[in-house]
């Protein structure tokens, strides 16, 4: 009888989970629905579903904001950041992990620290430290900017990590006769090979979104914008022509989602493990 | 004696190729902006001009004694991030026990309130915008529900509202999957063994699930933190500030002094009052949870 119960309790309470979860995700149903939609059937009702697929909406925004340019700045620049970020980061905490020495104490604190300052307090000298390196105004530029800036967060986890890995495995590769470059890519990068791709998630999540840093560093030009940025100035432009600005958001948003949908498994791990190392 | 020698300053060498480009990155982003930054909050400036003119601390002054706009994004703020930590919180383990027991459409429900969190603040404030000044309207038609009726973005209470709401819709399964991880590492035996003594499911969760959860709420709470003192993009795509300047936030307010009204100098000062802040009460918020968290 008893089990019964509890049998039934949760049936209805998954019920109402999966109609909370339903209710949860639609925002995003109308924003997609509405993207499909002619200027005065999004005036008229916009919760009702299109009557007439007007894909036009997104071969126009596609050639309007110049989508597939703007897909390779993303790419290039996220790309870029990622390389860097991990690359800096992982030798630097296995090295300042390794060294137990004043000065490499004080090294470990110096890149961890800027974790407390917020963005906004640099926002205009960040901006004038990158004029004056030529760093503005270029995709290449904003990629390269993003090593420092996901560095702190990177070399405190990637440094908590390789304080768990035995340093006999260090001592016996230097007696096999390695140096310490080739040491750390071929011993001690593979086995960093989970934090690496926690470290890959919650980076590639936060430059592919990112909007303040890109608004100041590559909005000048149209070639150099990011899809984010795209999509704001577009909406800008046409507050009103909702069906067009619907569109431009499901295009920003796609790619994310996509890569959300094969590598969900991956995604929530890395944020669980990033979070609680950060 | 030689080779001893060689050897730590091949060391030396070592330790300087591994560390270097990590400490020079970082110095670019942030302690040559950071410092430019306190240099400046002692200037007038205007961006344009060569020679930024010393005032001392006459920003600093006037930002604490004439400034209503500080004064305002400051109070909007403090209110924001207050409200954020604990509702988002208090609904994210709400939601993370009932998602912790073993439903079969759990992995479902785990990515559907997962996905906001993936967005693009900005864009998850302008859908919203949307759905405010256009999709309301429909919702009340088909429903006759008054609630949809209300101008959402229009009045200074419930466009802070709107914020609220907002922020928390997109990052609420953030929070829901550290609580979940956080919940599975809690020992079944424990509630079984507090089950056989009696124990209620409110009292199982008040006496074991919730002291246990201590690390993932220490966690959380320093995200939720240093996220909403730094609120931003969801204001300036969901409401713009308005109505009347009301949702400005600090954040938002140095912004608007720097990049729109032309104050460099009078901006900066703001900003390094803003990093202040945040370095205090991050201090004040790890002291206090690490503290909690050995007793339980």
Request: aromatic letters at 14%; glycine letters at 8%; a positive charge.
């Given at each position: 009888?008893?089990?019964?119960?509890?049998?039934?309790?949760?049936?209805?309470?998954?019920?109402?989970?999966?109609?909370?979860?339903?209710?949860?995700?639609?925002?995003?149903?109308?924003?997609?629905?509405?993207?499909?939609?002619?200027?005065?059937?999004?005036?008229?009702?916009?919760?009702?579903?299109?009557?007439?697929?007007?894909?036009?909406?997104?071969?126009?925004?596609?050639?309007?904001?110049?989508?597939?340019?703007?897909?390779?700045?993303?790419?290039?620049?996220?790309?870029?950041?990622?390389?860097?970020?991990?690359?800096?980061?992982?030798?630097?905490?296995?090295?300042?992990?390794?060294?137990?020495?004043?000065?490499?104490?004080?090294?470990?604190?110096?890149?961890?620290?800027?974790?407390?300052?917020?963005?906004?307090?640099?926002?205009?000298?960040?901006?004038?430290?990158?004029?004056?390196?030529?760093?503005?105004?270029?995709?290449?530029?904003?990629?390269?900017?993003?090593?420092?800036?996901?560095?702190?967060?990177?070399?405190?986890?990637?440094?908590?990590?390789?304080?768990?890995?035995?340093?006999?495995?260090?001592?016996?590769?230097?007696?096999?006769?390695?140096?310490?470059?080739?040491?750390?890519?071929?011993?001690?990068?593979?086995?960093?090979?989970?934090?690496?791709?926690?470290?890959?998630?919650?980076?590639?999540?936060?430059?592919?979104?990112?909007?303040?840093?890109?608004?100041?560093?590559?909005?000048?030009?149209?070639?150099?914008?990011?899809?984010?940025?795209?999509?704001?100035?577009?909406?800008?432009?046409?507050?009103?022509?909702?069906?067009?600005?619907?569109?431009?958001?499901?295009?920003?948003?796609?790619?994310?989602?996509?890569?959300?949908?094969?590598?969900?498994?991956?995604?929530?791990?890395?944020?669980?493990?990033?979070?609680?190392?950060? | 004696?030689?080779?001893t020698l060689g050897r730590r300053w091949r060391e030396k060498l070592d330790f300087g190729l591994f560390t270097l480009p990590v400490l020079i990155c970082i110095a670019v982003a942030f302690y040559i902006p950071f410092v430019m930054t306190i240099r400046y909050s002692m200037t007038?400036?205007?961006?344009?001009?060569?020679?930024?003119?010393?005032?001392?601390?006459?920003?600093?002054?006037?930002?604490?004694?004439?400034?209503?706009?500080?004064?305002?994004?400051?109070?909007?703020?403090?209110?924001?991030?207050?409200?954020?930590?604990?509702?988002?919180?208090?609904?994210?383990?709400?939601?993370?026990?009932?998602?912790?027991?073993?439903?079969?459409?759990?992995?479902?429900?785990?990515?559907?309130?997962?996905?906001?969190?993936?967005?693009?603040?900005?864009?998850?404030?302008?859908?919203?915008?949307?759905?405010?000044?256009?999709?309301?309207?429909?919702?009340?038609?088909?429903?006759?529900?008054?609630?949809?009726?209300?101008?959402?973005?229009?009045?200074?209470?419930l466009a802070f509202i709107s914020i609220l709401g907002v922020s928390i819709w997109q990052s609420i399964g953030f929070y829901l999957v550290i609580y979940i991880a956080g919940l599975q590492s809690v020992p079944d035996d424990l509630k079984e063994a507090a089950t056989v003594d009696?124990?209620?499911?409110?009292?199982?969760?008040?006496?074991?699930?919730?002291?246990?959860?201590?690390?993932?709420?220490?966690?959380?709470?320093?995200?939720?933190?240093?996220?909403?003192?730094?609120?931003?993009?969801?204001?300036?795509?969901?409401?713009?500030?308005?109505?009347?300047?009301?949702?400005?936030?600090?954040?938002?307010?140095?912004?608007?002094?720097?990049?729109?009204?032309?104050?460099?100098?009078?901006?900066?000062?703001?900003?390094?009052?803003?990093?202040?802040?945040?370095?205090?009460?991050?201090?004040?918020?790890?002291?206090?949870?690490?503290?909690?968290?050995?007793?339980?």
């Open positions: 009888m008893k089990t019964n119960n509890t049998k039934a309790g949760r049936i209805i309470l998954e019920v109402i989970l999966v109609i909370l979860s339903l209710l949860f995700l639609y925002p995003l149903f109308l924003t997609i629905i509405n993207s499909l939609k002619s200027f005065s059937e999004v005036m008229t009702d916009v919760i009702a579903l299109p009557q007439h697929l007007a894909l036009s909406n997104y071969s126009y925004v596609w050639k309007f904001i110049n989508y597939p340019r703007l897909f390779l700045n993303n790419f290039i620049i996220t790309g870029l950041g990622l390389l860097g970020i991990v690359f800096i980061s992982s030798i630097a905490a296995y090295k300042l992990a390794r060294t137990k020495s004043r000065l490499s104490g004080i090294i470990y604190f110096l890149c961890i620290m800027p974790m407390l300052i917020p963005f906004q307090s640099i926002m205009l000298t960040v901006l004038q430290t990158a004029k004056n390196l030529n760093l503005s105004e270029s995709t290449w530029g904003l990629g390269l900017l993003y090593w420092g800036f996901g560095a702190p967060l990177a070399v405190f986890i990637y440094h908590g990590f390789v304080k768990g890995i035995p340093t006999e495995i260090d001592e016996s590769a230097t007696i096999d006769g390695a140096s310490s470059f080739r040491l750390f890519f071929s011993v001690i990068f593979p086995l960093l090979k989970s934090v690496t791709t926690t470290i890959v998630i919650i980076d590639v999540m936060w430059i592919w979104n990112d909007f303040l840093l890109p608004l100041l560093m590559v909005n000048g030009s149209p070639d150099t914008k990011t899809l984010t940025l795209a999509a704001y100035t577009f909406v800008g432009q046409y507050t009103s022509d909702w069906q067009y600005a619907m569109t431009a958001m499901v295009m920003a948003v796609l790619p994310s989602i996509i890569v959300f949908i094969f590598l969900q498994k991956y995604i929530v791990k890395g944020v669980v493990a990033g979070a609680v190392k950060g | 004696m030689l080779k007038k400036w205007n961006g344009i001009s060569k020679h930024p003119k010393f005032v001392g601390l006459d920003n600093f002054q006037q930002i604490f004694t004439g400034d209503s706009n500080f004064a305002n994004s400051a109070w909007f703020t403090i209110k924001y991030a207050i409200l954020y930590i604990v509702i988002v919180n208090v609904l994210a383990i709400l939601l993370a026990v009932l998602l912790d027991m073993k439903l079969k459409s759990t992995s479902w429900l785990r990515a559907a309130f997962f996905i906001p969190y993936i967005l693009s603040l900005v864009i998850v404030g302008f859908i919203w915008k949307f759905i405010f000044m256009q999709g309301f309207n429909s919702l009340g038609e088909s429903t006759g529900w008054s609630f949809f009726g209300l101008s959402w973005l229009g009045t200074p209470g009696g124990a209620g499911a409110m009292r199982r969760f008040f006496s074991i699930t919730l002291p246990l959860l201590a690390p993932s709420i220490t966690i959380s709470v320093f995200m939720a933190l240093t996220n909403s003192i730094k609120v931003f993009d969801v204001i300036l795509s969901l409401t713009g500030g308005g109505p009347g300047g009301t949702t400005y936030s600090i954040a938002y307010d140095i912004y608007r002094d720097t990049f729109q009204n032309n104050l460099y100098g009078y901006g900066t000062a703001k900003a390094l009052i803003l990093f202040l802040a945040v370095l205090v009460v991050t201090i004040i918020q790890l002291t206090v949870f690490k503290r909690r968290e050995v007793e339980a």
